[in-house]
């Protein structure tokens, strides 16, 4: 029985990716009967956590500063692998953790921004863009692309289903991420009605979004707008959906692999790699510039109103995204890594 630790991290800058991420990746190694120590910040909002799929110890500040329980904890039970899943972990701070545990531990990080020698066993990078797929004189085990992203286990499933694509937007779905820091959303809730005046709106309001209060006070005083908080079948409402509005983060790869037409407001500078990257391929209109996001939002609708550019977006999108990321990363982990061509 293989012990893995997993660390992960979810606040207001970081947001909610990397822990989803990393609950989904638990759920799929308890099913192979791994054992699992699950390791997250104190600050991350209790909602999120309660859907850690097994028993989970806290740090606080952050794994860097805190990490003498890990390290006592690992060298105690001395684990197969160790897993970090955090916004950026630090070079210097591997090295250290490295020089503290026994060698046949394998350190795995999944990373998002390249371009720095991270002293790990192997790199799992889940970005689209090969800009961030650079690791300098990297030794190890490299593997690249969104294939490996790992989204909620039942998007395999969802994925396959044929996409209704609608003669006209009924249903649109709003949802800006876990945290939504520059408040998109109620500018959002302003913008869409109208421009879709007979458009069911749902709004999704993350777990870590401090502006909720505001938000739902917004959402009672129109009849056209649904509020939901702390959802747990954001990919069905996305598949129903005619029309999502998001970040460029996890849920855009959602959404493509559920092949639901998209517009894309990048929260974040690497978000905005990712939304050219989409749109390049064919899947989403970006709207890179927040400070014009009226005007390119008006004229990425007016286009999405045509049938046609939705059908064919909606296809684009589930030949870049097919859900099975869980499947390779874990066939990784379990050192079955032969079998990801079958995958």
């Known amino acids: 029985m293989k012990s893995v630790f997993i660390i992960t991290e979810a606040n207001e800058t970081v947001a909610t990716g990397h822990l989803m991420e990393c609950i989904v990746c638990a759920e799929e190694l308890l099913n192979k009967n791994f054992m699992i120590s699950f390791w997250i910040n104190n600050n991350a909002v209790y909602e999120l956590k309660k859907r850690i799929p097994c028993h989970y110890n806290e740090y606080f500040q952050s794994i860097e500063h805190d990490y003498l329980q890990l390290l006592s904890e690992i060298n105690r039970r001395h684990p197969e692998i160790v897993l970090f899943n955090l916004r950026e972990v ?113 709004i999704i309001v993350g777990g870590g979004n401090c502006y909720k209060e505001n938000i739902r006070k917004k959402g009672a005083e129109r009849v056209e707008l649904n509020i939901f908080e702390n959802i747990t079948d954001l990919p069905e409402m996305i598949q ?62 007016e286009k999405l109103k045509e049938y046609q550019i939705r059908e064919e977006m909606s296809a684009n999108g589930k030949r870049l995204s097919d859900g099975l990321g869980v499947k390779r990363v874990c066939s990784i982990l379990s050192g079955e890594r032969e079998r990801l061509e079958d995958i």
């Open 240 to 301: 129903v959906s005619d029309l999502v509005i998001c970040a460029g983060g996890n849920t855009l790869h959602e959404t493509a692999c559920l092949g639901t037409p998209a517009i894309i407001l990048p929260s974040m500078p690497h978000e905005k790699r990712t939304a050219k990257c989409f749109e390049d391929a064919g899947f989403g209109y970006a709207v890179n510039n927040i400070e014009d996001m009226y005007n390119r939002l008006i004229d990425s609708c």
């Open 90 to 202: 630090k070079e210097l701070f591997l090295e250290n953790f490295r020089k503290q545990i026994e060698n046949n531990v394998e350190i795995i990080c999944i990373d998002e921004f390249g371009h720095r020698n991270l002293p790990a066993d192997i790199i799992i990078n889940p970005m689209i863009d090969s800009y961030y797929w650079n690791y300098n004189q990297f030794r190890g085990q490299l593997f690249c692309g969104a294939k490996y992203l790992i989204l909620p286990q039942k998007l395999k499933t969802l994925h396959k289903k044929t996409k209704l694509i609608r003669k006209k937007i009924e249903t649109i779905t709003i949802t800006m991420g876990g945290v939504d820091p520059k408040n998109l959303t109620m500018q959002l809730m302003e913008i869409i009605p109208t421009i879709f005046p007979e458009a069911v709106i749902n």
